[in-house]
């Protein structure tokens, strides 16, 4: 049964901080992993897509890679800012079209 | 707009009166999923729908119903609801085949005392 972890469970840094999210997973058969982002009470955004073939995604100040074969992914975030405050999820799809989640970092980037 | 939308997005319930969250969505998606999401646990899959008419367990599907009737909706159902249930529950939809490009709802925060 594939299983998702996600270090640290919080993390609060001060503004313009770059920082890591780490991710691992148990089974490395995945089609891909995702990153989201979730703000308090609301639903959840996709952040980053790395199909299992990618070894890493980039959208403006943030970067996730993967290494499928150790079962790690992290988010790299550059220069963080008040407004990345939320809680990330690391997410794998490994077929059936199941997505399994960690339990999220929260992050908080202190002004 | 493409969207998933729920209804209730608040709901407080006592223990053992049957109630309904609806999801619909507006994309013509096959596949449909409710999640529920408790602190420390992360989120888990209740039930899914690959199509109409077509429904699993997911991990935690104790407790729940689901039918999908229309391909549009997939409500979930608590027959009797208990406090063990509270918690907030998203809803999710996607081509099917495209399980990453899943949308979830605005969630629904569900309290059973």
């Known amino acids: 049964k594939q299983e998702v972890t996600q270090i640290p469970a919080a993390l609060s840094v001060p503004e313009g901080e770059n920082l890591v999210l780490n991710c691992s997973f148990t089974d490395s058969a995945i089609y891909n992993l995702q990153w989201f982002r979730q703000d308090p009470g609301k639903g959840l955004t996709s952040l980053l897509l790395?199909?299992?073939?990618?070894r890493e995604q980039t959208s403006g100040r943030l970067n996730a890679s993967l290494d499928k074969s150790s079962g790690r992914s992290t988010l790299y975030i550059a220069a963080s800012q008040p407004g990345d405050s939320a809680t990330y999820l690391c997410?794998?799809?490994?077929?059936?079209?199941?997505?399994?989640f960690g339990k999220g970092t929260k992050l908080t980037v202190n002004p | 707009e493409a969207q998933v939308t729920q209804n209730p997005r608040y709901l407080i319930t006592v223990t053992g009166k049957k109630l309904t969250v609806t999801c619909s969505q507006n994309?013509?998606?096959?596949?449909m999923s409710w999640y529920r999401q408790d602190p420390g646990l992360g989120l888990r899959q209740i039930y899914y729908s690959m199509n109409v008419e077509v429904t699993d367990k997911g991990d935690v599907p104790e407790g729940y119903k689901v039918s999908r009737k229309e391909k549009r909706n997939f409500p979930l159902i608590l027959e009797s609801p208990s406090p063990n249930q509270t918690s907030l529950y998203f809803c999710?939809?996607?081509?099917?085949?495209?399980?990453?490009?899943?949308?979830f709802g605005p969630g629904t925060r569900l309290t059973v005392l």
């Open positions: 790395i199909q299992s073939s990618q």
């Open positions: 994309m013509n998606h096959e596949y």
């Open positions: 999710a939809s996607s081509p099917w085949g495209q399980a990453w490009t899943q949308y």
């Open positions: 997410a794998v799809e490994g077929g059936s079209e199941k997505l399994v």
